[in-house]
């Protein structure tokens, strides 16, 4: 059965940092894109980063670039959201997803299987 599971959420004062982790089981996670979205009270869920299966390469959204690192450890078949310098504006709801595509997307529509999600609460 595939899944994947987020952890690492939590309470961080503005200007911390925190580390989510994204664990596969069923399938291999470096075969997919993945992505990590958030979704804030009453808004759409957004595209964050993602890592392509074709090279590795990682793409981050304007809000989170210069702050936020995408890794894989195919070994563990996990991946990790390294969240630094967190704004109260990174207060969501962050969700891991897989793509059965080689290239990233930030579209909600294009991926296939969601994981359960992680609340994030960036606040002093």
């Known amino acids: 059965q595939v899944q994947i599971v987020e952890s690492g959420g939590g309470l961080v004062q503005p200007g911390g940092s925190l580390r989510l982790s994204c664990q596969a089981s069923g399938f291999a996670l470096d075969y997919y894109v993945i992505g990590w979205f958030r979704q804030a009270p009453g808004k759409e869920r957004e595209g964050v980063s993602c890592?392509?299966?074709?090279?590795?390469?990682?793409y981050y959204s304007d809000s989170v670039k210069g702050r936020f690192t995408f890794t894989r450890d195919n070994a563990e078949n996990t991946v990790y959201l390294q969240m630094n310098s967190m704004k109260p504006e990174d207060t969501a709801v962050y969700y891991c997803a897989i793509r059965d595509d080689p290239d990233c997307s930030d579209a909600v529509e294009d991926y296939d299987t969601w994981g359960q999600g992680t609340q994030v609460t960036v606040s002093s």
């Open positions: 890592i392509s299966s074709s090279d590795g390469s990682t």
